[in-house]
């Protein structure tokens, strides 16, 4: 199981390079430019806040795999990030604009799937 | 000593989180996020919401560790000093955008949003003092934690 864990942890890493290259993609800054400041803020700030997550669960998963594994305070952990990422794939299938991900349907798979993966891995990590 | 005052740091934390994440169902109400998002593409505002709503639901996992697993944060094992950091590092970064990250200059003047602003920052502060304290113990600097 450390060596399925340190597998997500690279998935991780990539997902949270990947943000970047959306912010970029998706043109956040500008689109932002036209609402107030705190708005701007506040999805910064979330924005950064979620990608901090994912990097600390990626140095967690690629450096100490064991602790994933350790004890009852870590199948709770594991729980957590099921949970995270299951409801990161249901958000995709039913809250996304549908039009947007049919236009970029090889991203939307690809995405999905890492999601859905990183899901499994946890869950799994939950029960062991 | 230490180890009821950061048992009870945990507690009085733990509650502040649940109230925390009761009363974000409010803000964006109050601070009228939704016509304020209007101006926003579909996949902006998407991104918006599904963010807000994932630190939210981190808020609600830290307050479950507070409150139900306060003898995991406290004893001493290396899990439990990385958690208590990312937390410590988390809350820190939150106060310094409370002082010097968030312009609220838009925020209407209120009696009620000013009281909500120094509540915020008093739980901030307490949550940073709280981890800091979690921190020291793990790592034995105040009181002995038990491995």
Redesign the interface.
């Known amino acids: 199981m450390e060596m399925v864990f340190r597998g997500a942890g690279l998935v991780l890493t990539g997902l949270v390079v990947a943000n970047f290259f959306a912010a970029k993609r998706w043109r956040y800054a500008e689109n932002l430019e036209t609402v107030e400041p705190i708005v701007r803020q506040v999805f910064n700030v979330h924005c950064a806040y979620i990608v901090a997550i994912m990097a600390g669960l990626a140095m967690l998963c690629l450096g100490w795999p064991e602790l994933l594994l350790e004890g009852r305070m870590s199948r709770v952990l594991c729980g957590f990030f099921g949970l995270f990422w299951g409801s990161r794939v249901v958000v995709q299938l039913t809250y996304y604009d549908s039009e947007m991900r049919r236009r970029n349907r090889g991203w939307d798979l690809f995405f999905l799937a890492v999601f859905l993966g990183l899901a499994v891995v946890f869950t799994l990590g939950s029960f062991v | 000593m230490m180890k009821q005052l950061l048992e009870i740091g945990l507690l009085v934390g733990g509650w502040s989180l649940v109230a925390l994440c009761v009363g974000s169902f409010w803000i964006p109400k109050v601070?009228k996020?939704r016509e304020?998002?209007a101006?926003?593409?579909?996949?902006?505002r998407?991104?918006?919401?599904?963010?807000?709503i994932?630190?939210l639901?981190?808020h609600v996992?830290f307050a479950?560790?507070a409150l139900g697993?306060g003898d995991?944060l406290m004893s001493g094992?290396?899990?439990?000093l990385?958690?208590c950091t990312?937390m410590l590092?988390?809350w820190s970064v939150r106060l310094w955008?409370q002082f010097f990250?968030?312009?609220?200059d838009?925020?209407e003047d209120t009696t009620a949003n000013r009281l909500a602003k120094g509540l915020l920052t008093m739980l901030f502060l307490g949550l940073v003092s709280l981890y800091a304290g979690l921190v020291c113990w793990n790592v034995g600097r105040i009181g002995v934690a038990e491995v």
């Open positions: 601070l996020w304020k998002l101006g926003l593409t579909p996949l902006m998407e991104l918006w919401w599904t963010y807000s994932y630190v639901s981190s996992f479950v560790l697993f995991w094992s290396r899990a439990a990385a958690m990312f590092l988390w955008l990250g968030f312009d609220f838009e925020i």
